[in-house]
């Protein structure tokens, strides 16, 4: 129901946008978020924005360089981000909840994308 799209292969200072799209219902009452599992790691909250989009949390370690936006009328949300390091690695993952944003955790949220690959080489 969710679909993630748009990472690839990209050198360090570089940038790229995710998208996410919504089928079978959808999700403009629910929060967003995208999440990110790196090689060996657990899975990291990375962003999320309201179901309105008027209020946006980040991890400390991609403020200043991502920023998600979403566009409820297409039942998508994107994560733009620039000056991208190595460490930013990961498979991304964007997820829905009905519930707030405060909770970043993986457990609050509902439904889940199948991912995308994102390789920042140095």
């Known amino acids: 129901q969710l679909v993630d799209s748009g990472g690839g292969l990209v050198r360090a200072g570089g940038s790229l946008r995710l998208s996410c799209a919504a089928s079978g219902r959808t999700f403009t009452s629910y929060a967003m978020a995208w999440f990110r599992q790196g090689p060996g790691q657990e899975r990291e909250f990375v962003a999320a924005?309201?179901?309105?989009?008027?209020?946006?949390l980040y991890v400390d370690s991609v403020k200043g360089r991502f920023t998600i936006s979403r566009d409820n009328a297409e039942n998508t949300v994107s994560l733009e981000m620039n000056k991208l390091k190595p460490e930013d690695t990961a498979v991304y993952y964007c997820?829905?909840?009905?519930?707030?944003?405060?909770?970043?955790?993986?457990?609050?949220?509902?439904?889940w994308g199948q991912g995308t690959p994102v390789t920042v080489s140095s």
């Open positions: 997820a829905a909840t009905s519930g707030g944003i405060s909770d970043t955790t993986a457990d609050n949220y509902d439904y």
């Open positions: 924005i309201t179901w309105s989009g008027n209020r946006t």
